[in-house]
């Protein structure tokens, strides 16, 4: 089983939970930017989350069957159709051998992801099938590149009301072992500022922008490189803050005034270019509660899926649709 | 409380993570330290770590708060810091020793006579203490299987360069501040390029991709620019390694 990619976004790769255990050698663990995404992508599949899946980074692509499979989309949500006719995001699909799936440019958001059944079957490395592209692992898909797929029987047509978690928002934020090189005036300016996505953003950061100075450390220029996680919020020399995401350094000379609690990086990933963004201090015990929280919601996924039945509200633009000739049939 | 500088210090890193660190500046003692208990940390095989890592001076513990609470392994941490002296450890078993051959200076290590010449030396002199060092792997970071090495001694203190060179090719041996950087692939650096090799630090399709793990330890042998030349017919340039057995 396959898919055969005919033509493809530039920033598209393959992506799954990520890999642990090379800290000490130099390599942060990659995975999907939008944890959340896969899960709901495997809740819709009815699937294992730790499967590969297709992470789209602002731009999907073409994409052939060349057997009858079964596929669902979620995260960022992008135009989507079949043979040119419009299907649901937030959802799972068949598609039939021959058939042409096209997804385009994303609506809201930063990341969207095609979930196939069964996985992308690509050989793994060292224990993931996470692409990482600056440590060149894996590569960007391309146009002609054939996405091999795991064994697969289930249905489809089933759809997921998602949480909007696109368009920026209130990012929870604990302290960390850097946080106390910034003094308690910065820290108070830092949390009372609205920063707005800037456009510098990849799979490694984020920049985020603000009017008025820069939110510099004591001695910043004297710390000793030390290790990075993702979710922490790194201050560049002049003040300026990067988020860090799955693909940063695994050490680093620049200050971390914060750490995001990893339950709110689906929506700070998901942040569009010019979108508002705020942060809060929380305690390491509502920290906690709130990571529990999200993990049950994780596990609460698969009890949340519907069918997918031809509601107006499941037709992202119904204007597309010839309702008149009869193209939708009943059974589709 | 940032006034109090006393090590060793446990603090919280993010929601899931402790760091354990020995000293606020690399020395042989504070980096000897973060390798030997974050091997003891390794060891102990604690339910609910997840990875650990030493950075210069620094053990790092992430773990699944859910399984292993964050006042438990605290005190675990607290706990293992009075049972002994870390910073007189001895280093954990079945680290390598590896011979590089490199050519230090020539049009492939542009720098050599400018380190040099910062370090107080003649270059003859400079290359006949930075070849007879046998240097420690302090950690491996910002590029995967990219070490730091050292600590040389006191006269290759050297500042960092304020203008960058714009790249420095994959097997780059450069110099600040008592350490090696052995570039993994090619990079712009603020350090100076000494010294060049045909090692490969990460190599991906590779069975065992990471050349090096910190604590491991490297002698830059000196070799003739026609000597460097012949050996690139070896993927990793002439390098060799040894147990380190006591």
């Not at chain 1, 055969?4 to 930017?33: E, F, H, M, N």
């Not at chain 1, 054939?146 to 604990?174: H, Q, T, Y």
């Not at chain 2, 354990?20 to 980096?31: L, Y």
């Not at chain 2, 340039?237 to 057995?245: K, L, P």
Request: overall charge negative; aromatic content about 8%; charged content about 20%.
């Amino acid at each position: 089983m396959s898919l055969r990619v005919q033509a493809i976004g530039p920033a598209c790769t393959v992506q799954d939970l990520g890999r642990s255990g090379y800290l000490d050698r130099g390599l942060s663990r990659s995975g999907a930017a939008d944890v959340l995404a896969l899960y709901e992508g495997a809740a819709l599949l009815g699937q294992s989350p730790d499967l590969a899946q297709l992470e789209m980074a602002g731009l999907g692509g073409t994409f052939e069957a060349t057997q009858g499979l079964r596929f669902a989309l979620t995260g960022a949500p992008m135009q989507a159709t079949i043979d040119g006719a419009t299907i649901a995001w937030n959802a799972s699909h068949s598609l039939e051998p021959g058939q042409t799936l096209v997804i385009g440019a994303a609506m809201q958001g930063n990341y969207g992801y095609l979930h196939l059944g069964g996985g992308i079957d690509t050989t793994p490395f060292l224990g993931s099938r996470s692409t990482h592209l600056t440590a060149n692992i894996g590569a960007a898909i391309q146009a002609g590149d054939v996405l091999p797929m795991g064994p697969d029987k289930g249905e489809a047509g089933k759809k997921l009301r998602p949480d909007n978690r696109f368009s920026g928002g209130l990012l929870r934020i604990v302290s960390s072992f850097q946080t106390e090189l910034f003094d308690q005036s910065t820290l108070d300016r830092f949390t009372a500022t609205t920063f707005q996505r800037g456009a510098r953003a990849n799979r490694m950061g984020m920049q985020l922008e603000s009017d008025g100075a820069g939110f510099a450390a004591k001695g910043q220029l004297n710390i000793l490189s030390e290790v990075i996680t993702p979710g922490d919020i790194q201050m560049t020399g002049t003040g300026n803050p990067f988020i860090l995401l799955p693909e940063c350094q695994t050490t680093g000379g620049y200050p971390r005034i914060a750490t995001v609690l990893p339950c709110d990086m689906p929506r700070a990933v998901q942040t569009p270019a010019g979108a508002r963004v705020q942060f809060e201090f929380v305690s390491l015990d509502q920290a906690l509660a709130a990571d529990t929280a999200f993990r049950s919601e994780l596990m609460r996924l698969p009890r949340r899926i519907e069918d997918l039945v031809r509601d107006p509200h499941d037709i992202p633009d119904l204007l597309s649709y010839q309702l008149i000739s009869g193209m939708i049939s009943a059974t589709e | 409380m940032t006034g109090t500088k006393t090590f060793p210090r446990i603090r919280s890193v993010g929601l899931d993570g402790a760091l354990v660190t020995f000293a606020d500046t690399m020395t042989e003692a504070s980096n000897r330290a973060a390798i030997a208990f974050r091997y003891a940390v390794e060891t102990l095989n604690w339910d609910g770590v997840i990875e650990t890592s030493a950075s210069l001076a620094s053990t790092y513990l992430r773990f699944d708060p859910q399984v292993l609470p964050h006042e438990d392994v605290l005190e675990r941490l607290r706990q293992m810091l009075e049972r002994q002296d870390w910073y007189g450890a001895p280093l954990p078993k079945g680290r390598k020793l590896w011979h590089v051959p490199t050519v230090y200076g020539t049009d492939l290590a542009p720098q050599l006579d400018e380190a040099a010449d910062a370090a107080g030396l003649s270059p003859k002199e400079a290359i006949h203490r930075l070849s007879q060092s046998r240097v420690r792997v302090l950690t491996i970071g910002f590029a995967p299987g990219q070490p730091y090495l050292g600590p040389l001694g006191p006269e290759f203190n050297i500042p960092r360069q304020k203008e960058l060179t714009p790249m420095v090719p994959r097997g780059a041996l450069v110099l600040a501040i008592s350490q090696f950087v052995l570039f993994a692939g090619p990079t712009p650096t603020g350090w100076r390029h000494v010294g060049q090799t045909g090692f490969q630090c990460f190599r991906p399709d590779h069975a065992d991709s990471f050349s090096l793990a910190p604590g491991d330890e490297v002698i830059f042998t000196s070799v003739t620019r026609d000597e460097y030349d012949s050996l690139q017919t070896d993927a990793m340039g002439g390098a060799v390694f040894e147990e380190i057995t006591s």
